[in-house]
């Protein structure tokens, strides 16, 4: 196999840390490599990579929406519909914290419920259902994607990232063959291996915090 689209570190990397990785062999890297990049994705509740995507959001109150992907690519036109009518113009006002601009809202308080019993019809905050789609490119450059040239490709995923995958991939290493149920029941440690949880250590999971995305 070879390694992962997702893949969050490289063969070429990830062995200089992991003793004896090399000599396990190229499938086995490559596999751990892709069990611990996909647990952070799901921890963090974003895709890392640079592509272009569409999600649907409720519609925001006022000119702002932050989406859940950053940074977001400003040189690519970004693209939305609301509940199927295409929007006007959409700005990128601040690309490393993925918030959009548009001018005259983004339309929330129309498709907000109204509170039960309500004679003026007030709306709940945040009630609109999905009806947003923002199409934009947004992520990082990964390490595997890097390339000499030309033209010259730099990675930009933060080293921290990185970093945490390869720790993530050491402790899968260190841990293989091994019942984990039978490990945290002896040790009276954290049950490691079911769930994200358990297949991202503690240190991991903290350096990972200021990564996790939040959708609205």
């Known amino acids: 196999m070879a390694l992962a689209a997702n893949a969050l570190t490289t063969l070429a ?11 396990a062999g ?4 490559e596999r751990l490599i892709a069990v611990a990049s996909d647990a952070i994705e ?11 995507r569409t999600e649907r959001y409720r519609p925001p109150r006022g000119t702002e929406l932050v989406v859940n992907v950053r940074p977001v690519d400003s040189s690519v036109d970004v693209t939305g519909t ?5 929007l006007g113009d959409i700005v990128v006002d601040d690309p490393d914290a993925g918030v959009l601009y548009l001018a005259g809202g983004w339309g929330g308080a129309s498709y907000e419920l109204a509170y039960p019993g309500s004679v003026s019809g007030h709306p709940i905050p945040g009630s609109a ?36 995958c ?13 019942d984990q149920a039978a ?7 954290e049950l490691i291996g079911r769930g994200v949880g358990g297949v ?17």
Do not use: W
């Not at 190229?26 to 890297?29: E, K, R």
């Not at 009806?131 to 080293?159: C, H, M, N, W």
């Not at 503690?202 to 939040?214: I, N, Q, T, Y």
């Open 82 to 86: 609301l509940d199927g009518v295409a």
């Open 129 to 164: 259902r999905r009806v947003l789609a923002v199409t934009y490119t947004a992520g990082f450059i990964l390490p595997k994607d890097e390339s000499a040239g030309p033209p010259a490709v730099v990675r930009t995923l933060p080293q921290d990232i990185e970093q945490a």
């Open 200 to 216: 991202l250590p503690g240190p991991v999971r903290a350096m990972l915090a200021p990564f996790r995305s939040r959708v609205i």
């Open 183 to 189: 490990a945290a029941f002896d040790t009276g440690n």
């Open 13 to 23: 990397r990830a062995p200089e840390e992991v003793t004896g990785l090399t000599a």
């Open 42 to 52: 799901h921890y963090c509740g974003r895709s890392f990579a640079k592509l272009s």
């Open 26 to 29: 190229t499938s086995l890297g």
């Open 166 to 178: 390869i720790d993530t991939v050491a402790s899968l290493f260190r841990r293989r063959g091994i």
